[in-house]
């Protein structure tokens, strides 16, 4: 499983909406597998419906999120199944 591409696609005042892309590279299919986003603003957003990634499957996850507070962030997209794990970081600034 893999983690690529984490991406903010707008900004709006405190608002913002990212981006990231989950991989399956493996021949076999991956079940049960979700997905975590750390706004590293005290909220953690985590998937509600186990995913089914094919073999050499991608999602495409899309995240609005309103910051509460001003400062820099740096947020954490993490897709699990099983022990297999990945993570990728953005850092971005709230003015």
């Known amino acids: ?11 709006n005042g405190t608002r913002r909406i ?3 892309i989950i991989e399956n590279d493996l021949v076999a299919n991956l079940t049960n ?8 603003n ?3 957003i985590n998937s509600t419906i ?3 990634l094919q073999s050499n499957g991608s999602i ?3 995240i609005e999120y ?9 947020t954490n997209a993490t897709a699990r199944n099983g022990t ?10 709230i003015t």
């Open 50 to 52: 186990p995913i089914e």
């Open 18 to 20: 990212f981006e990231f």
């Open 1 to 11: 499983i893999a983690v690529n591409n984490l991406s903010l696609l707008s900004e």
């Open 42 to 44: 005290n909220d953690v």
């Open 66 to 74: 309103n910051f509460t507070n001003t400062g820099t962030f740096n």
């Open 33 to 40: 597998a979700s997905w975590i986003f750390d706004t590293k």
């Open 84 to 93: 297999l794990s990945d993570s990728t970081n953005l850092t971005i600034t």
């Open 60 to 62: 495409f996850v899309f």
